[in-house]
Structure formats: C-alpha cells, structure tokens
C-alpha cells in the first residue's frame, strides 16, 4: 500500500471517523518582563508608541520569518499599561513616540490610557519623542508629566484633516454612474461618488471645528499655555525641537539616557532598571529596541491610510504632507 494511502488510513482510524481540526494560527504568549539597562533599583518601564494610530489594526498575524505574532497597536498599549499597573515595583514610565499620529478616536484612547494609568498607579510618566511625533502622536504625548524632545524631533501638527475622494470625473470618462437610495437628503454626504455640496462642507466643517477644539483643549490644559496662544501655535504647521521648547510644547531636548535621568529623579532614585515587556523569542536588547516592530513601518501606515480613505471620510489627527 502506498506510503500516503498508509497515513490517511491512520488518521482516519485514530480518529475515529470524526473530522479532524488542526489550529495553525499562531499562540500570542503573555508579555514577560526583561531588563535592558541597569543592575539595581527600582524599574522603569519602556513602551514604544509607533506607526500610524488605529483603533482598528488587524487581527494577530505571524510574519514570514518570525515565531512572533504581531498584536494591534491598541491592544499591546493597553496590555503593558495594565501589567504596569499591578506591578508595584514599577516606579515610573517612559514612553517613547516616534508617529505622524492617526485617526482622532485611536489618538484619544491611548491619551486616556496613559492619563488613568498615571493617575490609579500613582507613577511619573516621561514622554520621549523620537524622529517625528506630530498630531496624534503629540497629543498622546500630553498625557505625559515630561515631555523630552530629541534634537532632531519634528513635532506640533495639531489639527484636524478630513481625507475622502472625488471619484465623479473619472466615472464619468469609464461610462459608469452611481446611485444611492437614502432615508435623508445629507445621507451620502462625503461620497467618493459625487462633488460636495456647499451645505455638506460647512457640516463637515462643524465637525472637525470640534474636534480641533477638544485637542486645543488639551493643549491648554496639559502645557498651561493660555487658550489664545495655544490657538495660534495650534495652525496646523510642525516645528523643531528647539521651536517646540520655546513654545512650551516640549519640557525639554535631550536624548533617551537624559529621559531615563529625569524618570530616576521623579521617584528619587540614583540607580534603576529599565525593564520591557515582550512575548518569548522578540529580541530586545536595548532601550532602543521597540516592541512589536512592524516591517516596513511607511508602508504599513499608508496602507492603512489608503484603507481609511477607501472606506470613506475618516477624521484624523494626522500629520499628512
């Protein structure tokens, strides 16, 4: 009997003439604590915010190459946040931003995140912004006690942007039309498929002033800026390192060791340990590792991007060029 034959005939007889399931998908194991820097002391935590922010994100995938699956931005965020917090030898936070930000709900969970974090653990939190954290990177940054700047960071791009398409012209040379059967006259308002009208636009408009509102808000309440300067800061425009710090945007420039330095200072401590959390088999070997580090981090946001605008008008707190 052929070999193949052979093996089904097994398999057929162990189970019994049932079907037999065999799960693939990859095992997510708990995150571990592992100390990158330091011998002695109390810990810091270091966790990475990074890539475009949403509160979608795929389902846990396993990367070609990788024993690891990779877990949703929001999820992991979330997950560090709370093992930190039933954790009492953590002593303070520090975390490091490097994102042009993404949609307005994903920007304003993870600010509310940090906020109650730091506030029920009772812990300093040092924000460290890396090569760009602008709109909603920045106002996950708010959520900070310290925000540390390094010199080369590009920041501010607080605002609002609406991205959808117009389509029409294009239908129109392929012959083809589109139509919706709506309950209300604004139903289809931001469809790919027609202009907008002037009427929509000032909805729109409303809109997005209220959210522009609620991260001004922020501003003001957070840096202790007063609400007309903040307004004036708040155009939309991204500025430097330098130019952040002498708006109050930013607390200070320096670098990951200086942010370590100010987090030991916060809980009085002349030695500590900076500690990650990683699943088993992520290699981290520094506090400049990051977690979960996606492959092709520009692709990976655009394509995201790309899916939000296809799916029509998304609201975000983007730094898009």
């Not at 693939?24 to 002391?41: D, S, W």
């Not at 809109?207 to 708040?234: C, H, M, N, S, W």
């Not at 991007?305 to 975000?316: D, E, F, M, N, Q």
């Amino acid at each position: 009997m052929p070999t193949r034959a052979i093996v089904l005939l097994a398999f057929t007889l162990l189970a019994g003439c049932s079907l037999i399931s065999i799960d693939l998908a990859p095992r997510i194991h708990p995150l571990e604590e592992h100390t990158v820097e330091g011998t002695k002391g109390p810990k810091i935590l270091l966790t990475d915010v990074s890539g475009f922010l949403s509160e979608e994100g795929p389902s846990p995938v396993l990367v070609v190459g990788s024993s690891t699956p990779r877990v949703p931005l929001l999820v992991r965020f979330r997950e560090e946040l709370k093992k930190a917090a039933e954790d009492s030898g953590i002593r303070a936070v520090v975390i490091r931003i490097n994102s042009p930000g993404g949609t307005v709900t994903a920007s304003d969970i993870m600010f509310n995140e940090l906020d109650t974090f730091k506030r029920t653990a009772r812990v300093p939190v040092v924000a460290v912004m890396m090569d760009v954290a602008a709109s909603g990177g920045y106002y996950v940054a708010l959520a900070a006690d310290t925000i540390v700047a390094h010199p080369t960071s590009v920041t501010g791009s607080i605002g609002v942007i609406m991205v959808t398409m117009n389509a029409e012209g294009l239908m129109q040379k392929l012959g083809l039309t589109a139509s919706a059967i709506k309950s209300g006259e604004r139903k289809d308002m931001g469809s790919p498929f027609r202009a907008l009208a002037d009427e929509e636009r000032k909805i729109f408009q409303s809109v997005i002033d209220g959210l522009y509102g609620q991260f001004v808000a922020k501003v003001v309440a957070t840096r202790k800026i007063p609400l007309e300067t903040a307004r004036t800061i708040a155009d939309g425009r991204v500025y430097t390192a330098q130019q952040a710090l002498e708006l109050k945007l930013i607390d200070r420039i320096g670098y990951m060791d200086d942010a370590i330095a100010i987090a030991r200072r916060a809980i009085g401590a002349d030695e500590a340990r900076v500690v990650v959390y990683r699943r088993p088999r992520e290699y981290r070997a520094t506090y400049y590792a990051r977690a979960d580090a996606p492959a092709n981090g520009l692709d990976a946001a655009m394509a995201q991007l790309s899916t939000a605008v296809g799916a029509g008008p998304r609201l975000l707190y983007l730094w898009w060029p």
